[in-house]
């Protein structure tokens, strides 16, 4: 018999959409669902973990031109609503997080 994988989701979704904004920005929100994954290959004892989703949020803005480079930026919140969910061996669900960063293009 076929044992899966430990620590890897049997099914993982990302779906979104793109809301142009008119200030030159890009409003994305997106969903992200994690299937079922477990802590060990031992059917006897291992654990299930997973099946939740998570509501993301990411502004990105268009690139602006200035001399030969482009210029751009975003921000992104990750598991907006701070759900928790249980991780093999205690380790901790980071909860909400956030990035931030540019983009140069020459």
């Not at 899966?4 to 030159?24: C, E, H, K, W, Y």
């Not at 920005?25 to 006897?44: E, F, H, I, K, N």
């Not at 598991?79 to 928790?84: G, K, M, T």
Request: net charge positive; aromatic share 14%.
């Amino acid at each position: 018999a076929s044992t899966a994988i430990p620590f890897v989701p049997d099914t993982m979704l990302n779906a979104g959409l793109t809301v142009p904004l008119r200030s030159g920005w890009q409003l994305m929100p997106y969903g992200q669902w994690v299937g079922r994954y477990w802590d060990s290959t031992a059917q006897s004892s291992r654990k299930a973990y997973g099946h939740y989703a998570l509501a993301n949020l990411r502004l990105q803005s268009d690139p602006v031109r200035q001399g030969g480079a482009a210029f751009g930026g975003f921000v992104e919140v990750n598991n907006l609503f701070d759900r928790r969910h249980p991780m093999p061996f205690d380790f901790r669900d980071p909860g909400t997080s956030a990035l931030a960063g540019v983009t140069v293009t020459f």
